[in-house]
Structure formats: structure tokens, C-alpha cells
């Protein structure tokens, strides 16, 4: 009673303990079998360290009513079935013929008796049909009956030829300890930190220590704090950093993690080849990627391969080795900001939501990938889903300023993306002050800031920009200018361009685009020559633009920045009585159906000039889809089959030197 009370008043006092981090609440999740109950039970047992991921969560996990409640049977099972399941509890291998000479039972007593209601079997190997049953059998046994269970694997495996992990369970059958067991502990510990199985390290590191004593008992603890680093549970890092002699670069990169710091010298702290190689390609990937998306790739698929393995939980060594969390977390976000790069947004969100339901991802580089998960959402589906809204909650210490300005940047997209340029303006113009320039430098999609200035009707914060990004690339004292650089200066170029000059500006801007080599920044290009002709009146070429970013905008993801989408969302906001400027809502969002009815009759002159390429047939086929027709509507409006439009389609790409029906129709609204 006396230990419920504070735990009680903790829970209500404040919402940390509902901080639960992705891949800690996947954990979670799959341990109570999916039972809510169990779920929620278990949340108020656990600290706030637990459910963030930077304290290693109890194993077993404790047995809460709600679980045992599903399991009412476990109360009356035999002695026999109970010794079963309690030695299938505590076994860290799942081979039957182990668990079976253990107890002494025959197979029939697992398959027929009352173990096989709780107990798979399959191909030589057992594991619990319900991860809950584990729990309660593990509570209900006391300190003797677990020792002689220990005890009784421990003999069987070293018959079989297993002696390390006799020596784990040798280890805890005794029961004052022992000190000439924890060396061999602290080298078992070392050997599964070295394959990359950081809470088996941690958890026979700290039995190490609890055996030994001086030299053997600090040395248990380094390991330890290095383990728990590596898994990315800081707080575990620092105390078993400060017990240990040789534990100083563990607990200053756990610190520095806990800080928000970006680099947190995590090279001074790995042991093993596959985590060497790891942080090597992020590292390299991330020097390339400003400028090549491509290089940066080829750099992470050097690696990536060896990390694709799962390793199976209940296992010794005998999965593939691969590297540790907490640095595959730092190059899953660095495979994210690459697929961010090359403007594939889908792929992108794929790989970090992936990454965040397995791993520390808050942790890495300074927070980056809470700034990235959060961007992705609104760029994707214009708000901020529950992982990464738990990202967010779970990252331990202050936020470094790079996410402090991506959270600005947050805010210009959200109002960009619903037709307040206004606020847009402001929030973009507050983020590059605290460091929106470098987020922009990693590609993170974002409005681009003069066109949205020229929107907002800031003329005189456009051009100071304008001039600033053209000291930087032009001016006689500026270095080789980075691509980013490049593509907002063509942008910007475009958004305050003359009439006499906009059509030069804009096919300067789309030459910068195809460098860049993004479908994304490639469909912001066509958005600001869309609506910088539409400021000059030239409604039809504006609609053709516009056609052309929403194809390149629905190819990367970018759901929210749809020129339709906006200009709906303008319109709600209008009519719930949001504040906003009139001038905001162009003649390019209130007239499109016009335009685009308008367009319907330009739109065969665009394609006249494929004429000299292009059959008759051919061009009928390459005409219609451009438009936006599929294969089967164009089969129907020229009465042909599929398979002919689908032959006469895959000749127009070779000769126009296309690969996608979106370049299709992108080729055809530009060359016009």
C-alpha cells in the first residue's frame, strides 16, 4: 500500500506518464497480447523513464488483474504442468528437446497435457500463446522454485553444448552469489553487445555485477552503461556510467543525448564492426546529401542490407549480427532524409514510422527525426498523427534549436497549406531566425519563403530576401553555392519576375529543379510559376502549371500542398470566420473550374508539336493521358483495346524520352 499511493498521485499530478514512446507502446502492445486493460494497468505500475524508452522496460513484465483475469485456468493448474511453463518462462533458448529434458516430461505431456493449452510447438522450438501467461507464471513462482528451475537448465545445457548459456543460468540458481562466475558474464554480456542485442547485454552486465566485486564488479558496469546507451535507454546509461571507472564517454554521450545534441560522439562508444559501418554511411550519406540524393543512397545501401535481419527476442546468437538500436535509429532517419530528398514522401513516412515502432528514434541526431516524423504528416495528410505526436512527447531533455525552428516551420505549413499567408510569413520569417536555414538545407518541405511573402503582401520582406539569397550565390565573396541555395534564388527570381521576364525566370527555375533531381521541389516550382501567372493575368498558362504541381505533388505525397486542397481549406476558414486577408484568396483558387474548363479547349494546340514525333494514333493516346485519362478511358474514347493503348503508350515514352505518365503530362504543360 505504501508503494501505490506515490504512484497513484504521480499519475494524476501530470501527463508524463501517458508519454509513452512508439516503439515502447508497440512493446507494450504485443506483451499484454493487445488487452487494453492489461495496457493501461501496467502504465500506472511503470515510471515515466519506462514508458519513454530511456530506462529498459522489466523482463518479465509484471502481472497485472487485467491479465490475469484472461487467464483464469492458471490458478488451478497441476504441479507438473506448472514446472513446464515456469521453465519455458525463464529459458532464454525455445529448443523443445531442452525445455522437455529440463522438466522431464515427454512430448506428449507438452502437446496432449495441459502446457499445450499455453505452449506452441513448431519445428523443434516452443514460445508462449500468450505472452501474459509468462508473466503470471513468472510472479506466482517463488525465489526457490525459479533457483531450481535455473538450476535444471543450467545441467541440461551443458550436455547439449552450451556452456554460455549454462553460465547465465547457473548464474541466477545461485543464491548468495558468486564471484567466479562474473567474468565469464561480463565476456557472455560483451558477446551479445558486440551482435548488437543490447537488452541481453544489459541484463547479464548487471548480473555480472551483482556476483562480482572490485575490478571484475566496475568492468560489469561499463558494460552495462555501454548496453543501455546503445539501446537507447539513457537513463540506465548514466547510472551504471557512474559506477563504472571507464564509463567516460558513455556518460557524456548519454548527456549529450539527453541535451538534444545532434552529435553526440557515439563513435567513442561502439565496440562492434556492423555499428562502426552504420555510422560511418549515415555520416557519409549526410555529407552528401545537400547536393546528391543519389550518392547519398548508394552510400546507405552499402550497409542497409546487413541490417535488414530480424533477430527473434527469444534467441542466444543465433541471429544474424547487426548493428545496435540506438545507431540504427540514427541511419533509418538518415534513410528517411534521404527518400525526403529525392521527394518521395510515401517512402519517406514508411521508413520512420517502421523505425519508430522498434527504436529510439527520438534520440537521434539531436532530435531530427521528431522534426521530420512531424513535417512528413503535415506535408502528407495537413495534421500530425500519433506517432509522431509521441515522438515528440517521449524525447527526453530540452529540444535542440534545429527542432524548435522545425516546429515554426510546423506552424508556415499548416497556414500555407490552408490559405493563411499571412501567418505563414510570419511563423517561416520567426523558424529561419532560429535556424530554419539549416532545416532547409536537409530538404525538409516547406513553402517557399519569397513567393509566400509576395502572397502575404510583404513586398519589402520578399525582396530583402531576394538580395540576401543573391549576395549568397552570386555575390564575389560567396562560395560555390549548394543546390537549396540555388533552387530558392531561381524560385524567388520567379515569384518578384516582371512580365518581360517571368518565362525566362521560370524556365531558369525548372532547369535548377531537374538538378535538384525532388518531385517534391520540382511541383513547388510549377506552383510558383503557376501563381506568379496568375498575378499577371495569364490565367490559362497559370492553370497549366498548376496542373502540372498537383500531378507532381499526389507522385511524392504531398497531399496537403495540392493546389485544390488549399484553396478548399481557404474557403472553410473563410466561412467559419478564421481571420485572414481577402487578397490572400487568388483569382488562381476562386476561378478554377472556370480555367479549367477553358483549359479543355487550349489543351489539343499543347500537344501539336509532338506531331513531328509522334503517328496520329500515337498522339491521340499521348493527348489523352496527359490529361489525366487511364488506360481504360482511353481505350473507350477511341475504341480501341487496352492492350493496343498500352503498346501505343509505351512507344510515345520511348520516343519522348519519358519513363511515368506524370513526365508525360509535366513534358506536355511545359513544352507547350
Same mark, same amino acid.
Given at each position: 500500500?505504501?508503494?501505490?499511493?506515490?504512484?497513484?498521485?504521480?499519475?494524476?499530478?501530470?501527463?508524463?506518464?501517458?508519454?509513452v514512446?512508439?516503439?515502447?507502446?508497440?512493446?507494450?502492445?504485443?506483451?499484454?497480447?493487445g488487452?487494453?486493460?492489461?495496457?493501461?494497468?501496467?502504465?500506472?505500475?511503470?515510471?515515466?523513464?519506462?514508458l519513454?524508452?530511456?530506462?529498459?522496460?522489466?523482463?518479465?513484465?509484471?502481472?497485472?488483474?487485467?491479465?490475469?483475469?484472461?487467464?483464469?485456468?492458471?490458478?488451478?493448474?497441476?504441479?507438473?504442468?506448472?514446472?513446464?511453463?515456469?521453465?519455458?518462462?525463464?529459458?532464454?533458448?525455445?529448443?523443445?528437446?531442452?525445455?522437455?529434458?529440463?522438466t522431464?516430461?515427454?512430448?506428449?505431456?507438452?502437446?496432449?497435457?495441459?502446457?499445450?493449452?499455453?505452449?506452441?510447438?513448431?519445428?523443434g522450438?516452443?514460445?508462449?500463446?500468450?505472452?501474459?501467461?509468462?508473466?503470471?507464471?513468472?510472479?506466482?513462482?517463488?525465489?526457490?522454485?525459479?533457483?531450481?528451475?535455473?538450476?535444471?537448465?543450467?545441467?541440461?545445457?551443458?550436455?547439449?553444448?552450451?556452456?554460455?548459456?549454462?553460465?547465465?543460468?547457473?548464474?541466477?540458481?545461485?543464491?548468495?552469489?558468486?564471484?567466479?562466475?562474473?567474468?565469464?558474464? @561480463?565476456?557472455?554480456?560483451?558477446?551479445?553487445?558486440? =551482435? !548488437? %542485442?543490447?537488452? *541481453? /547485454?544489459? $541484463? +547479464?552486465?548487471?548480473e &555480472? #555485477?551483482?556476483?562480482?566485486?572490485?575490478?571484475?564488479?566496475?568492468?560489469?558496469?561499463?558494460?552495462?552503461?555501454?548496453?543501455?546507451?546503445?539501446?537507447?535507454?539513457?537513463?540506465?546509461?548514466?547510472?551504471?556510467?557512474?559506477?563504472?571507472?571507464?564509463?567516460?564517454p558513455?556518460?557524456?554521450?548519454?548527456?549529450d543525448?539527453?541535451?538534444?545534441?545532434?552529435?553526440?560522439?557515439?563513435?567513442?562508444?561502439?565496440?562492434?564492426?556492423?555499428?562502426?559501418?552504420?555510422?560511418?554511411?549515415?555520416?557519409?550519406?549526410l555529407?552528401?546529401?545537400?547536393?546528391?540524393?543519389?550518392?547519398?543512397?548508394?552510400?546507405?545501401?552499402?550497409?542497409?542490407?546487413?541490417?535488414?535481419?530480424?533477430?527473434?527476442?527469444?534467441?542466444?546468437?543465433?541471429?544474424?549480427?547487426?548493428?545496435?538500436?540506438?545507431?540504427?535509429?540514427?541511419?533509418? @532517419?538518415?534513410?528517411?532524409l534521404?527518400?525526403?530528398? =529525392? !521527394? %518521395?514522401?510515401? *517512402? /519517406?513516412? $514508411? +521508413?520512420?514510422?517502421? &523505425? #519508430?515502432?522498434?527504436?529510439?528514434?527520438?534520440?537521434?541526431?539531436?532530435?531530427?527525426?521528431?522534426?521530420?516524423?512531424?513535417?512528413?504528416?503535415?506535408?502528407?495528410?495537413?495534421?500530425?498523427?500519433?506517432?509522431?505526436?509521441?515522438?515528440?512527447?517521449?524525447?527526453?531533455?530540452?529540444?535542440?534549436?534545429?527542432?524548435?525552428?522545425?516546429?515554426?516551420?510546423?506552424?508556415?505549413?499548416?497556414?500555407a497549406?490552408?490559405?493563411?499567408?499571412?501567418?505563414a510569413?510570419?511563423?517561416?520569417?520567426?523558424a529561419?531566425?532560429?535556424?530554419?536555414?539549416?532545416?532547409?538545407?536537409?530538404?525538409?518541405?516547406?513553402?517557399?519563403?519569397?513567393?509566400?511573402?509576395?502572397?502575404?503582401?510583404?513586398q519589402?520582406?520578399?525582396?530583402?530576401?531576394?538580395?540576401?539569397?543573391?549576395?549568397a550565390?552570386?555575390?564575389?565573396?560567396?562560395?560555390?553555392?549548394?543546390?537549396?541555395?540555388?533552387?530558392d534564388?531561381?524560385?524567388?527570381?520567379? /515569384?518578384?519576375?516582371?512580365?518581360?521576364?517571368?518565362?525566362?525566370?521560370?524556365d531558369?527555375?525548372?532547369?535548377?529543379?531537374l538538378?535538384?533531381?525532388?518531385?517534391?521541389e520540382r511541383?513547388?516550382?510549377?506552383?510558383?510559376?503557376?501563381?506568379?501567372?496568375?498575378?499577371?493575368?495569364?490565367?490559362?498558362?497559370?492553370?497549366?502549371?498548376?496542373?502540372?504541381?498537383?500531378?507532381?505533388?499526389?507522385?511524392?505525397?504531398?497531399?496537403?500542398?495540392?493546389?485544390?486542397?488549399?484553396?478548399?481549406?481557404?474557403?472553410?476558414?473563410?466561412?467559419?470566420g478564421?481571420?485572414?486577408?481577402?487578397?490572400?484568396?487568388t483569382?488562381?483558387?476562386?476561378?478554377?473550374?472556370?480555367?479549367?474548363?477553358?483549359?479543355?479547349?487550349?489543351?489539343?494546340?499543347?500537344?501539336?508539336?509532338?506531331g513531328?514525333?509522334?503517328?496520329?494514333?500515337?498522339?491521340?493516346?499521348?493527348?489523352?493521358?496527359?490529361?489525366?485519362?487511364?488506360?481504360r478511358?482511353?481505350?473507350?474514347?477511341?475504341?480501341v483495346?487496352?492492350?493496343?493503348?498500352?503498346?501505343?503508350l509505351?512507344?510515345?515514352?520511348?520516343?519522348?524520352?519519358?519513363?511515368?505518365?506524370?513526365?508525360?503530362?509535366?513534358?506536355?504543360?511545359?513544352?507547350?
Amino acid at each position: 500500500m505504501t508503494s501505490a499511493t506515490p504512484r497513484t498521485e504521480e499519475h494524476t499530478a501530470g501527463i508524463q506518464w501517458r508519454n509513452v514512446a512508439p516503439h515502447v507502446s508497440v512493446t507494450l502492445s504485443d506483451l499484454v497480447n493487445g488487452d487494453l486493460a492489461a495496457r493501461t494497468q501496467l502504465e500506472n505500475l511503470l515510471t515515466a523513464d519506462h514508458l519513454r524508452g530511456v530506462a529498459l522496460l522489466p523482463d518479465p513484465l509484471p502481472a497485472v488483474p487485467a491479465a490475469r483475469a484472461a487467464h483464469p485456468g492458471l490458478a488451478g493448474l497441476d504441479d507438473g504442468t506448472r514446472r513446464i511453463l515456469l521453465t519455458a518462462a525463464v529459458a532464454v533458448v525455445d529448443r523443445t528437446d531442452v525445455l522437455l529434458a529440463a522438466t522431464g516430461a515427454g512430448i506428449a505431456d507438452v502437446v496432449s497435457g495441459s502446457a499445450g493449452h499455453y505452449l506452441h510447438l513448431v519445428g523443434g522450438r516452443f514460445r508462449f500463446r500468450d505472452p501474459r501467461v509468462r508473466q503470471i507464471v513468472h510472479d506466482d513462482a517463488d525465489l526457490a522454485t525459479r533457483t531450481a528451475v535455473h538450476a535444471g537448465l543450467a545441467n541440461v545445457l551443458r550436455v547439449v553444448g552450451r556452456p554460455e548459456v549454462a553460465l547465465w543460468h547457473t548464474a541466477l540458481s545461485t543464491m548468495e552469489g558468486d564471484s567466479l562466475l562474473a567474468d565469464g558474464l @561480463v565476456e557472455l554480456a560483451e558477446r551479445h553487445l558486440v =551482435s !548488437g %542485442d543490447t537488452a *541481453r /547485454a544489459h $541484463e +547479464v552486465a548487471r548480473e &555480472a #555485477a551483482s556476483q562480482g566485486d572490485g575490478v571484475t564488479r566496475r568492468r560489469a558496469s561499463g558494460v552495462a552503461s555501454r548496453a543501455a546507451l546503445l539501446g537507447g535507454h539513457i537513463a540506465d546509461a548514466v547510472t551504471w556510467a557512474r559506477q563504472a571507472d571507464d564509463a567516460g564517454p558513455v556518460l557524456a554521450a548519454a548527456l549529450d543525448l539527453h541535451d538534444g545534441e545532434p552529435n553526440p560522439r557515439l563513435a567513442d562508444v561502439v565496440v562492434s564492426g556492423h555499428d562502426r559501418a552504420a555510422l560511418r554511411a549515415a555520416v557519409c550519406s549526410l555529407a552528401v546529401l545537400h547536393d546528391s540524393a543519389g550518392r547519398a543512397g548508394a552510400i546507405l545501401a552499402e550497409v542497409l542490407p546487413d541490417v535488414a535481419p530480424a533477430r527473434r527476442a527469444e534467441a542466444w546468437f543465433e541471429a544474424p549480427e547487426r548493428p545496435t538500436p540506438l545507431v540504427e535509429a540514427h541511419l533509418r @532517419v538518415v534513410q528517411t532524409l534521404v527518400a525526403m530528398r =529525392s !521527394g %518521395d514522401l510515401d *517512402r /519517406a513516412a $514508411e +521508413v520512420l514510422h517502421d &523505425a #519508430a515502432r522498434r527504436l529510439p528514434v527520438a534520440l537521434a541526431l539531436g532530435g531530427l527525426g521528431v522534426a521530420v516524423a512531424r513535417r512528413l504528416d503535415l506535408v502528407r495528410t495537413g495534421s500530425v498523427s500519433g506517432t509522431a505526436a509521441a515522438l515528440e512527447g517521449s524525447a527526453p531533455g530540452a529540444k535542440a534549436g534545429v527542432v524548435r525552428a522545425a516546429l515554426l516551420g510546423d506552424r508556415a505549413v499548416e497556414a500555407a497549406c490552408t490559405g493563411r499567408d499571412v501567418q505563414a510569413a510570419t511563423f517561416l520569417g520567426l523558424a529561419a531566425e532560429r535556424g530554419g536555414a539549416e532545416l532547409r538545407a536537409w530538404w525538409l518541405p516547406t513553402p517557399d519563403p519569397v513567393e509566400l511573402y509576395v502572397r502575404a503582401g510583404q513586398q519589402r520582406a520578399a525582396r530583402r530576401h531576394l538580395a540576401l539569397l543573391r549576395a549568397a550565390v552570386l555575390g564575389p565573396a560567396s562560395r560555390p553555392a549548394c543546390l537549396r541555395l540555388r533552387l530558392d534564388l531561381a524560385r524567388a527570381e520567379v /515569384a518578384l519576375a516582371e512580365p518581360a521576364t517571368l518565362r525566362r525566370a521560370a524556365d531558369h527555375a525548372v532547369e535548377v529543379s531537374l538538378t535538384v533531381g525532388s518531385t517534391f521541389e520540382r511541383g513547388l516550382t510549377e506552383l510558383v510559376i503557376a501563381r506568379a501567372l496568375e498575378r499577371h493575368g495569364r490565367d490559362a498558362d497559370a492553370a497549366a502549371h498548376q496542373l502540372a504541381a498537383r500531378a507532381l505533388f499526389a507522385e511524392s505525397g504531398a497531399v496537403a500542398f495540392l493546389p485544390d486542397r488549399r484553396a478548399a481549406a481557404s474557403s472553410d476558414a473563410h466561412r467559419t470566420g478564421e481571420t485572414g486577408r481577402a487578397a490572400n484568396v487568388t483569382r488562381l483558387d476562386v476561378g478554377r473550374q472556370q480555367r479549367e474548363a477553358r483549359e479543355a479547349d487550349a489543351v489539343p494546340d499543347r500537344f501539336a508539336h509532338w506531331g513531328e514525333l509522334l503517328t496520329g494514333r500515337e498522339l491521340d493516346v499521348a493527348r489523352l493521358v496527359a490529361q489525366g485519362r487511364t488506360n481504360r478511358q482511353v481505350a473507350e474514347q477511341l475504341y480501341v483495346s487496352v492492350r493496343t493503348v498500352e503498346v501505343h503508350l509505351g512507344r510515345v515514352f520511348r520516343k519522348l524520352g519519358v519513363r511515368s505518365r506524370t513526365e508525360l503530362a509535366v513534358l506536355a504543360y511545359r513544352t507547350a
